[in-house]
């Protein structure tokens, strides 16, 4: 057991996209920081791998979004010139779907709301400036400019090698077994955290743990559902032009309330594709993360109808998992009976493009427990009343 002088200001629990974040804001604020990871991220079995994630400005989950991202994208800038390479590429974002689809009118509701300039296209225009797509006349898209990929390695590795440089001691491939405060009777009660390699204090913790979260916050019961995703990189069978950067940008197709997906120009490794799959909830320290014929089979009946000429050879294909809440928002906030406790969950397969702001929200409400970022859309309260008695 440490002793209470080499107690550390705050335990990062997670070190994923999240949590590398909150511990590079965290340890740049001067706190003394301890951050444990379950594996090495960037790493292959959480929510942050598959070389890229999309940003978008004009957010069709609703306008609320958007200062937020706006704070990611000045965020994601500045962690780029720290570490001296790029993390975003400026694509663009195409939305499409058939006409009065949801996809296409949440972007126009956000654009309009915080004035970002967007091009709304109707079937022929679409025809005409992206042959590769598979045009039906039903079909309307908007574009925004100001939009694009993130290259998750850049970013993970950044965002860590940040935090390390500000002094965080981080500790990978140490998953954190157990959390208990010190004294259970008082509610900001300093915390113990058990690992297999140790025990170790922290003042205040940030449960970043991804689809693990509801694991490790087991009393809180909280309503998380992880489920398995598949990427998949194609090269095109045919015109091959047709799909790669300057020719698509990166776009998000809603083609029912029940089928939606998204994809990335080739930029020299295939062109990049995944269908928002259906709920298959799992466990994910155990689940089948071999490619089915099922996966394929869906794969290329949505290439059929979307992008025929790309339904050529499958060059590589990963599972990936995504952590929804009930209603798809994030969930981040002060834990709701332990005040030195703050939970991030923000998943629901649209999260990485805030990270940097996320880290930076998560160091307010640990250090001072409120933040200037507007998080009412990702209370807990929405899914936990405030407990009374006692339970972690
Ligand atoms: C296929 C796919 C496509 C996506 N596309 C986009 C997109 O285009 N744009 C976008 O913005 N978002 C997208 N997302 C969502 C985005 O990737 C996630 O919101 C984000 O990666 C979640 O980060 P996280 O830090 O919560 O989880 P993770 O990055 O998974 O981190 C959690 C970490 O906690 C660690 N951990 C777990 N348990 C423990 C423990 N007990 N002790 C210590 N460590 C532990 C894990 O090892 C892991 O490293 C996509 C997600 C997927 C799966």
Not at 107 to 115: G, K, L, T
Not at 118 to 132: F, L, S, T
Request: net charge negative.
């Amino acid at each position: 057991m440490t002793s209470s002088r080499d107690r550390y200001d705050v335990a990062v629990v997670g070190l994923g996209a999240m949590g590398s974040a909150a511990a590079w804001h965290l340890a740049r604020r001067g706190q003394r920081v301890i951050g444990f990871d379950r594996f090495r991220p960037p790493h292959v079995f959480g929510s942050t791998h598959g070389d890229s994630r999309g940003i978008r400005e004009a957010y069709t989950e609703g306008p609320s979004y958007v200062p937020f991202v706006r704070r990611a994208y000045e965020l994601w800038d500045e962690l780029s010139d720290a570490v001296g390479e790029p993390i975003f590429r400026q694509t663009g974002a195409l939305s499409l779907g058939p006409e009065g689809n949801d996809m296409v009118r949440g972007v126009i509701a956000s654009a309009r709301e915080h004035d970002i300039a967007v091009e709304q296209m109707d079937a022929a225009e679409i025809r005409r400036r992206y042959p590769g797509i598979h045009v039906t006349d039903d079909l309307v898209g908007v574009l925004e400019q100001r939009a694009g990929m993130l290259d998750i390695d850049t970013a993970l590795n950044g965002q860590l090698e940040q935090a390390a440089a500000h002094g965080a001691d981080l500790h990978f491939d140490e998953p954190v077994d157990r959390w208990l405060p010190i004294d259970m009777d008082d509610v900001e009660s300093p915390i113990t955290i058990q690992t297999a390699r140790g025990t170790y204090e922290a003042e205040r913790m940030v449960v970043t743990s991804g689809a693990w979260n509801a694991g490790l916050l087991g009393k809180l019961n909280l309503p998380l559902n992880v489920t398995r995703q598949v990427m998949y990189w194609f090269e095109p069978r045919a015109n091959r032009e047709h799909f790669q950067e300057g020719a698509i940008p990166f776009w998000m197709w809603e083609r029912s309330e029940t089928e939606t997906a998204y994809g990335f120009p080739d930029i020299g490794r295939g062109f990049k594709l995944g269908l928002h799959q259906p709920l298959e909830t799992v466990d994910p320290s155990g689940y089948d993360r071999e490619i089915t014929e099922l996966d394929k089979r869906r794969v290329n009946d949505f290439l059929a109808n979307t992008f025929p000429d790309v339904a050529g050879t499958l060059l590589r294909a990963e599972t990936c998992l995504y952590t929804h809440t009930p209603d798809h928002h994030f969930l981040i906030d002060i834990h709701p009976k332990r005040p030195n406790i703050v939970v991030a969950s923000p998943c629901s397969g649209h999260g990485f493009k805030f990270a940097p702001a996320i880290g930076e929200a998560l160091a307010d409400l640990s250090m001072e427990r409120r933040t200037v970022h507007n998080l009412d859309l990702f209370r807990v309260d929405r899914f936990v009343a405030p407990l009374t008695a006692a339970g972690d």
